[in-house]
């Protein structure tokens, strides 16, 4: 979508609110470094185009449908119209939030089929929160995936039945939960009886997990795209045993902002049409002679308060992220008027 072509439509839009749905599980640690790094600047920068943005939990939102052709919604208690509303329905699954997955799931498809419009539609907020779905979805992607084995865990799981999908890996492995983040859970196995035991763990709250190569000392790529093109790109090591720890929680190296590589560019354009939404953020991994494409997430954070080179970019993203928003937003309203 061009500059232009964006203005045009932003100016035609009837939005007057951005809701993100958002669990309220997290700590009070959690929260205050959230509230500070990224969503008080949000909400400042989609001020400045006329949009009040509020976190709201699922539990928020009611719905009355007693005559089904006309159906009312409410915010805690305000109604709420798909022409003055945007709704921002990542999944949200991590380990504090997962008592609220059944909820997020059903409310997003009432929300879709009652016409608001979701800049993360359900069908895709829901395959790319799996990284096994994720690679499905992204199989003939020109930078592969990361090849990924998923297994279930639980009461079953240590009769080894999962062992014949294995065989195409090697140890060591890296073994992680299939839909968190945030590295959260990631461990090195070196053979059988630590993947039986990492097995065993994730059992214990029937967590799916998926196991991939383990690369030392990887370098990962991250790239923010705006309607399909690329808007920011940093580049980082993750260190650490488990390949997960940055200088955000401890490491020691710091990240830099860059210059898109040549290398990716033809894989991003094929990300953006596989996922038709008009903001994500595409991860690759390297181990300095292959890159594969490792993630992707339809919400990426842009943290604010990192560096001052950090803040602009963030600030831009943002900017051109609403923009999208209300572009997108006023073009469904025009096509179902």
Not at 157 to 163: E, I, P, R, S, V
Not at 283 to 294: A, K, N, P, R, V
């Amino acid at each position: 979508m061009s500059e232009q072509h964006s203005t045009v439509s932003e100016q035609h839009s009837t939005v007057r609110r951005l809701v993100w749905i958002y669990p309220e599980r997290a700590s009070a640690h959690q929260r205050g470094f959230e509230d500070r790094n990224i969503w008080h600047t949000y909400q400042r920068l989609a001020a400045e185009l006329g949009l009040e943005l509020t976190l709201n939990k699922p539990d928020d939102v009611a719905v009355d449908a007693t005559d089904p052709a006309k159906p009312k919604v409410y915010l805690k208690g305000e109604p709420v119209t798909p022409q003055d509303t945007v709704f921002v329905t990542m999944l949200w699954a991590l380990p504090h939030q997962l008592a609220d997955v059944g909820n997020q799931v059903h409310l997003y498809t009432v929300l879709e089929k009652l016409g608001f419009y979701l800049p993360m539609p359900p069908q895709l907020a829901y395959t790319v929160v799996d990284k096994m779905a994720t690679a499905l979805h992204l199989a003939g992607s020109p930078i592969p995936p990361l090849p990924t084995v998923r297994i279930g865990t639980g009461r079953d799981a240590m009769t080894g039945h999962y062992d014949p999908a294995l065989a195409e890996l090697s140890y060591p492995m890296l073994v992680k939960p299939a839909n968190w983040g945030m590295g959260l859970g990631v461990s090195v196995v070196h053979n059988i009886h630590d993947l039986r035991g990492v097995i065993g763990l994730a059992g214990g709250s029937e967590t799916p997990l998926v196991i991939q190569p383990y690369l030392k000392d990887p370098r990962e790529t991250r790239i923010y795209v705006v309607e399909g093109e690329p808007l920011a790109v940093f580049q980082g090591w993750k260190e650490g045993y488990c390949g997960m720890v940055t200088n955000r929680i401890g490491g020691e190296r710091s990240w830099s902002y860059v210059e898109l590589p040549e290398r990716m560019r033809e894989t991003v354009a094929y990300v953006a049409e596989r996922l038709p939404c008009p903001y994500f953020s595409v991860d690759f991994i390297s181990d300095g002679e292959q890159d594969w494409l490792s993630e992707v997430e339809l919400d990426g954070g842009a943290a604010f308060g990192m560096s001052e080179e950090g803040d602009r970019l963030a600030t831009e993203m943002m900017r051109a992220r609403y923009r999208a928003y209300l572009a997108r937003h006023a073009e469904l309203m025009a096509a179902g008027s």
